[in-house]
């Protein structure tokens, strides 16, 4: 089990940008795909991009492409979420996740382990 703490979250004006970070903790994490994935209020969870072991492959939800960026660096033990032009749809409880296998999937449910997540809230 790996244990994850995110950060960074807060509050934006529309375009603006924030930077998530996710530490990890416990078992060597450069061996877990790393996910973000968000719950706006009211809703399910949602993934919003995913990061290979090495750093190399990147996946991300079609309503975040070129707006943010995945990235992470396996000597800090941290995955980030690099968020840009940030409209009030991106509201939500950002949560951070891993997975023990090679691939980047969509579904929440195939994520071994998560943070306790960090709020984004997005003023119009």
């Known amino acids: 089990q790996v244990q994850l703490v995110e950060s960074g979250g807060g509050l934006v004006q529309a375009g603006g940008s924030l930077r998530l970070s996710c530490a990890a903790s416990g078992r060597t994490f450069v061996n877990y795909v790393a996910g973000w994935f968000r719950q706006p209020p009211g809703k399910e969870r949602e993934f919003v991009a995913g990061?290979?072991?090495?750093?190399?492959?990147?996946r991300y939800a079609d309503s975040v492409k070129g707006r943010f960026t995945i990235s992470r660096d396996n000597a800090k033990n941290t995955v980030y979420l690099q968020m840009n032009s940030l409209t009030p749809d991106d509201t939500a409880v950002y949560y951070c996740?891993?997975?023990?296998?090679?691939?980047?999937?969509?579904?929440?449910?195939?994520?071994?382990?998560w943070g306790q997540g960090t709020q984004v809230t997005v003023s119009s």
């Open positions: 990061i290979s072991y090495s750093g190399g492959i990147s």
């Open positions: 996740a891993a997975r023990r296998s090679p691939t980047i999937v969509p579904g929440f449910r195939d994520y071994n382990d």
